[in-house]
C-alpha cells in the first residue's frame, strides 16, 4: 500500500486545505473582474441600465426640461403610490400567485374611507385618522378573503382575484351611485398628498412610500417570513414537507398585499382629493408590468423589492420623456409591452439555465455585491 507524496498533497487546493486543517470549506472571495461578471449577469442590474440608458436619451433630447428637479419631482410622485402597491404584488408573485384586485381594492377602501370621514364631518386630524385606519382594516380584510379563498378553497389565485376585481370596484360603485367624493379632510391632502418633507422640495408621499420599501425590502429577504415567502414559490409541496405552513403563508402574502392596496387607497384620496373611481381600471396591469419588468419571476421563487421599483421607473420615465419631446404618450405602452416580453423571455432562459445547471436562480444584486468571505 502507497503512501501520498509530499507533491501530490501540495496539488490540493486552497478549499481542501481549509478542510483539512480545520474541518469546514470556507469560500474564496471571488476577484474584481468575477465580481463585474457576475453582476452584468443579475437580471435587476441589467433592468437598471436599461433604466439609465433611457434617461440618457431623453436627458439629450430634453436638456433643458428632463433632468430637472422638478420634473423628476413629478415622476417620482406619481410612482410612489404604484410603488405600495408593487411590495405586496412582489410578494404575491414570489409565492407564483397573481392579484388583480389591488386596483379595485384601492378604489373600494378609499370610498368606504372617504364616506366614514364624510359622516363624521370636520377636517382635523381625528376625522383624518379614522379614515386611514378604516381604509387599511378595510383593505386588509379583501387581502385576506383572497388568502383564504387560495389557500383553502384551493382556486386559482387568478379566478379568485378576477372575482374580487369586479366584486370591489361594484361595491364601491353600489356605495357611491357612480359619483366620486371629494369631501375629504384638507388636513390630509395639504400634508400627505401635497406636503414635503421638513420645507424641503422632497414630497412627504414619496417618504412614505420609501420607508414602505425599505421596511419590506428586509422582511423579504432577510426574515423568515421572507424566507418562507421564496419557499412557497419555489416549490410549495417541498416547502409544506419541511415545515413550512403554507397555507397560513398564502393566506398572510395575500391579506399583505390587500393591506398595502388599503393603504395605498388612503394615499390616492390625499393626493388627488377625490375616490377617482374610474381612474385605476388598469392600475393592477401596470403593478404587474412593473414587477415582472423588474425581474420577478411570474413561475415564483424570485423576485426583489429593488427589482420592482425599478421596473416601476421604467414606464413612468417613458411617458414622462415621451410628454417632454413631443413624442405621443401612447408609445409609452408598445415600449413597456417590448420590455415586458423581453423581461419574461430572460427570465425563462434564466430558468434553463439554472435547471441545467441544477441549481436555483435565486441570485440577486445585492447578494452578488455584499458576498461573504
Known amino acids: 500500500m502507497t503512501t501520498p507524496t509530499k507533491s501530490s498533497a501540495t496539488k490540493s487546493s486552497p478549499t481542501q486545505t481549509d478542510l483539512t486543517a480545520t474541518g469546514s470549506i470556507t469560500s474564496v472571495r471571488p476577484t474584481a473582474g468575477e465580481l463585474v461578471r457576475r453582476v452584468f449577469r443579475v437580471q435587476s442590474f441589467q433592468i437598471v441600465l436599461v433604466l439609465l440608458v433611457i434617461c440618457i436619451i431623453f436627458s439629450a433630447m430634453a436638456p433643458a426640461a428632463f433632468p430637472a428637479w422638478t420634473n423628476w419631482r413629478s415622476i417620482v410622485q406619481n410612482v410612489s403610490i404604484l410603488g405600495v402597491l408593487g411590495i405586496g404584488m412582489t410578494f404575491v408573485i414570489i409565492t407564483s400567485g397573481i392579484d388583480l384586485s389591488i386596483g379595485s381594492v384601492l378604489v373600494f377602501s378609499g370610498v368606504v374611507s372617504a364616506l366614514t370621514m364624510r359622516a363624521l364631518g370636520g377636517q382635523g386630524w381625528g376625522v383624518a385618522i379614522v379614515g386611514i385606519v378604516v381604509s387599511i382594516l378595510i383593505g386588509m380584510l379583501w387581502g385576506l378573503m383572497n388568502g383564504v379563498l387560495v389557500a383553502k378553497g384551493k382556486i386559482p389565485s387568478l379566478i379568485v382575484t378576477l372575482g374580487t376585481l369586479g366584486a370591489a370596484l361594484g361595491l364601491a360603485q353600489v356605495l357611491t351611485g357612480g359619483i366620486d367624493i371629494t369631501s375629504v379632510p384638507l388636513v390630509l391632502t395639504n400634508t400627505v398628498g401635497y406636503g414635503n418633507v421638513f420645507g424641503t422640495t422632497i414630497p412627504l408621499l414619496s417618504v412614505i412610500s420609501l420607508i414602505l420599501i425599505l421596511v419590506f425590502a428586509v422582511v423579504l429577504h432577510r426574515t423568515r417570513f421572507g424566507l418562507h415567502t421564496y419557499a412557497v414559490g419555489s416549490n410549495e409541496e417541498a416547502a409544506r414537507r419541511v415545515g413550512v405552513k403554507v397555507d397560513r403563508q398564502l393566506i398572510l402574502v ?120
Request: no cysteine.
Open 254 to 373: 395575500y391579506g399583505l398585499s390587500g393591506t398595502l392596496a388599503g393603504l395605498a387607497g388612503i394615499l390616492s384620496l390625499a393626493q388627488y382629493s377625490t375616490t377617482a373611481i374610474a381612474g385605476q381600471s388598469a392600475t393592477n396591469l401596470n403593478v404587474i408590468a412593473a414587477v415582472v419588468i423588474g425581474g420577478t419571476s411570474l413561475f415564483g421563487g424570485y423576485g426583489t423589492i429593488f427589482g420592482t421599483v425599478v421596473g416601476l421607473f421604467i414606464p413612468a420615465v417613458l411617458q414622462n420623456g415621451f410628454v417632454i419631446v413631443g413624442v405621443q404618450a401612447f408609445w409609452q405602452q408598445v415600449a413597456v409591452g417590448v420590455v415586458l416580453i423581453a423581461a419574461v423571455y430572460i427570465d425563462q432562459r434564466r430558468r434553463a439555465a439554472a435547471s441545467r445547471g441544477g441549481t436555483t436562480p435565486r441570485a440577486s444584486l445585492g447578494s452578488v455585491l455584499f458576498m461573504k468571505k
